[in-house]
């Protein structure tokens, strides 16, 4: 079965530009969640999705920051200006309803480095 | 709030050596517990899971057991190998909810 897919895996870019980052979640999962792994702040969710309607966008650290989810396949992450501190990786992780009792399913992340 | 509670790391042991991972989780309902495995240059992969209390749940010779009394779920495993090298996160959803709520992560280092 193929898992949560993101692209690219890496991605280096200068200051100042855009970045987006792509995923693609488990077939049937109706949730989508994107993340954020640092040494300095450990993991932190950034948004959250549902039938491709975002819940929960509180983690999101500022208005550089945007999510998309045009279908139920499909989503994206995007930086604009992109700055030094935003570097990090970036995970995309999706689950089904289960009452809570389902597991996220992570993709392997993109590892993102501004100059 | 919710929140999970995770030794700090590193842990560093021989192989063969026994392992315990303790977690402690706040919650204001009840809760499904997770504990996750990440290992160098990949995203994280569920390992094992709780739904109610007096459960337990138990992969690749991990096993972690939901104490509602202690409110606890301590990740422990009989003989470590070195492949078992990772950084584990503790979680937790509550009722109803997909969102999950991590510990900080504990990163075990298991040494020939």
């Known amino acids: 079965d193929a898992g949560v897919i993101q692209s690219p895996r890496h991605e280096v870019t200068e200051m100042g530009q855009e970045v987006t980052l792509r995923c693609k979640p488990i077939s049937g999962h109706d949730y989508l969640f994107w993340y954020r792994q640092t040494m300095m702040r450990g993991l932190e969710l950034l948004i959250y999705?549902?039938?491709?309607?975002?819940?929960?966008d509180s983690g999101m650290p500022e208005d550089r920051f945007s999510a998309k989810m045009p279908n139920a396949s499909f989503s994206t992450l995007k930086i604009q200006p992109s700055e030094p501190r935003d570097s990090a990786v970036y995970f995309c992780a999706s689950s089904f309803t289960g009452g809570g009792s389902q597991p996220q399913h992570f993709g392997d992340g993109t590892r993102l480095s501004i100059l | 709030g919710n929140s999970v509670t995770q030794m700090e790391g590193p842990v560093t042991l021989s192989e063969e050596a026994f392992l315990t991972i303790n977690c402690t989780y706040t919650?204001?309902?009840?809760?499904?517990l997770f504990w996750y495995v990440q290992y160098p240059g990949e995203g994280l992969q569920l390992l094992l899971k709780?739904?109610?209390?007096?459960d337990k749940g138990s992969n690749k010779g991990f096993e972690a057991t939901y104490r509602k009394e202690t409110t606890s779920f301590h990740l422990e495993k009989g003989s470590v190998q070195v492949s078992d090298s990772a950084v584990y996160f503790c979680a937790l959803s509550d009722t109803g909810f997909q969102k999950l709520v991590f510990g900080t992560g504990t990163r075990l280092l298991v040494s020939p």
């Open positions: 999705f549902n039938n491709n309607v975002p819940i929960d």
């Open positions: 709780a739904t109610k209390a007096d």
């Open positions: 919650a204001t309902g009840y809760p499904s």
